[in-house]
């Protein structure tokens, strides 16, 4: 396997793998990952898609990219998820599935639509019940908070291995705009992995102009599972693909010969029943280790979501893969700590025109018109839950009435109590959670109770492991995507490790399915590189202003001795750059200066 750039890998089809026609593939799980792995492996590497079989624990795939509506609870979604351009491995996916709902490919869908009705905030930040914060999309970095940014920006891989954000960053970074901005958008906690930080910031450093406003953000147009998952299954089920449902893989086993192994059988059990299969050398299997949603629990209006700290069958059948070889990855670095790595969110559905007229008022938009509502998340900064929310295009699902609006409210900290009903989110009902969330709208306080029985409907989800993925870690806690000397096997989704792109991105996931993909069938065609906007002077200028919000670098040492450097530059490619991106002042300014200098010394 091979990475690559540019159109002449892209748009080239490779030849068929050799040997191809006496494979076949098993996948363990069927989220993202492993039906983008099916994908690539029918249309790149000419697999039957009848030698294909899915096996998944739950009935329905798709895994974390939900969207459901369940009966007399209402409508779903445990998260969302936020695209931009460069997910080249996402769009070399979607470029092949027919859309469900134009002529075209979803990747023409979804480029049609977001250039079409662009995604931006009007609002990012409240406070005070619903007053817009006026952060003027802002950063606020102190001096020092740029050098500990600059700091880790510039520091190896190792260097940061096992560190915590807030053992890299001071109290004027972590009181910072930017971290506000950065923590609720991706879920970032203080105790989180500063490698995960860095990678970040190296992977995104193309869209730090657009964070306050969100303008670097692409949607779907309507829930994850509708836009992407159905279309993808209903491909796979027309190449002839096996899913097999209620089928829990609880083990797999291996043979180790030298550097050599192989997976041999695996093990299930389906309607209480165990069975398996056994595996030869053309019999691959791509597993799907760990998981952020394992255990997700429902509440509804009046009843909060329980937190399951019981068995996870996920993170369990990891753990038994785990105990055969030290290269199998570590996953309890991940999931021995559910008080760092839980979180919940909500699904309200409002009904009626009371709710959606807040709204409005804050996202300066008519949520019924079809079109960006809020942009991406609004957060309410004084919030003690650090409460966000988020109104997409509606409708979000396709069976919404047309007085309903779907909104997805998240709180980043699940154990401090709510600013209006003294209790936390872990232990509120989906009523008291709509009623917290109407305080920091801006709703009158004599309207909450009302409102929040007969406006809305609630569905609390509390999920153990939804940040499992940022803890602290280092090399090896996390498995190869065909780990070294395997012949028949793979490692694939947020836990199996590719240096190559940042976790909690579909981008990620559907990247190692390819790797795996391509790896275990010998497909003669380049994995698209990640945007190397990291490498790229242009965006890394334009990120040092921004972060600067705007503000020119001063020079060191007298003003004499600034202007004759900045003199030097003019008329030269490097002066124009840091003229363009605003990092010194405009040249032909300071020529006047620069001869008054001149004169001085």
């Known amino acids: 396997m091979y990475y690559s750039s540019g159109n002449y890998e892209a748009f080239a089809r490779p030849r068929k793998p050799e040997g191809v026609d006496t494979k076949t593939a098993w996948f363990v799980g069927a989220g993202l990952t492993s039906m983008a792995s099916a994908v690539f492996m029918i249309r790149d590497g000419q697999l039957p ?174 829930n994850q599972y509708e836009s992407l998952v159905l279309p993808m299954y209903r491909w796979l089920l027309d190449q002839g693909v096996t899913f097999e449902f209620s089928t829990e893989v609880t083990d797999i086993d291996f043979r180790f010969d030298g550097e050599r192994s192989q ?177 920091h709208l801006g709703v009158p306080v004599e309207d909450i109770p009302r409102l929040a029985a007969e406006g809305a409907r609630t569905v609390p989800v509390m999920m153990p492991y939804v940040t499992s993925f940022f803890m602290p870690r280092q090399a090896g806690d996390r498995p190869a995507v065909v780990p070294e000397g395997a012949v028949n096997y793979a490692f694939i989704g947020q836990f199996a490790e590719t240096t190559r792109d940042t976790i909690f991105t579909t981008e990620y996931s559907v990247r190692t399915g390819m790797e795996a993909a391509y790896q275990l069938l010998g497909i003669d065609r380049g994995v698209p590189e990640v945007f190397n906007s990291t490498y790229d002077l242009r965006f890394l200028l334009a990120a040092t202003s921004r972060l600067r919000d705007g503000e020119a670098v001063a020079l060191p040492g007298p003003g004499f001795v600034g202007n004759r450097l900045i003199r030097h530059l003019d008329h030269t490619q490097i002066g124009q750059l840091l003229t363009d991106f605003g990092l010194v002042p405009e040249l032909g300014s300071t020529r006047t200066r620069a001869r008054e200098d001149d004169a001085v010394s």
């Open 263 to 439: 997976a041999t059988r695996i093990h299930w059990v389906r309607d209480g029943v165990e069975g398996g299969v056994d595996l030869g050398e053309d019999d691959l299997v791509l597993t799907t280790i760990g998981s952020l949603t394992e255990n997700s629990v429902d509440g509804d209006h009046h009843h909060p979501a329980r937190l399951d700290e019981g068995p996870a069958p996920a993170w369990d059948l990891w753990r038994r893969i785990a105990a055969k070889s030290p290269a199998f990855g570590r996953p309890d670095v991940f999931a021995s700590d559910i008080p760092k790595t839980k979180w919940e969110s909500a699904t309200v559905t409002t009904i009626g025109p009371e709710i959606p007229a807040y709204i409005e008022k804050i996202a300066k938009r008519d949520p019924f018109a079809g079109k960006v509502v809020t942009g991406g998340i609004v957060t309410a900064k004084d919030s003690s839950w650090l409460l966000s929310w988020t109104v997409n295009r509606q409708p979000h699902f396709k069976a919404q009435s047309p007085d309903e609006i779907v909104v997805w409210v998240y709180a980043l900290f699940s154990d401090v109590p709510g600013d209006y009903t003294g209790k936390t989110i872990q232990e509120s009902t989906g009523e008291e959670i709509t009623q917290e969330w109407l305080y």
């Open 49 to 222: 898609g009848d030698r294909i079989t899915i096996l998944e624990r739950l009935e329905l795939p798709g895994g974390a990219l939900d969207g459901i509506k369940k009966p007399k609870k209402g409508f779903v979604i445990r998260g969302g998820r936020e695209m931009e351009d460069h997910m080249e491995c996402l769009w070399d996916l979607f470029r092949t599935i027919p859309s469900l709902e134009v002529d075209g490919s979803v990747l023409d869908e979804f480029s049609w639509l977001n250039k079409d009705d662009p995604n931006y905030s009007l609002t990012r930040v409240t406070h005070r019940q619903g007053i817009d914060a006026e952060t003027n999309n802002e950063f606020g970095l102190s001096e020092k908070a740029q050098k500990e940014m600059v700091r880790v920006f510039l520091a190896s891989r190792e260097e940061m291995e096992n560190k915590r954000i807030d053992e890299v960053f001071g109290e004027e970074f972590l009181a910072s705009n930017f971290w506000l901005y950065w923590r609720t958008m991706f879920a970032f906690e203080t105790w989180h992995s500063a490698l995960e930080m860095k990678l970040y910031l190296h992977r995104f450093v193309h869209h730090i102009g657009g964070l306050p406003d969100l303008s670097a953000l692409k949607f779907t147009k309507y």
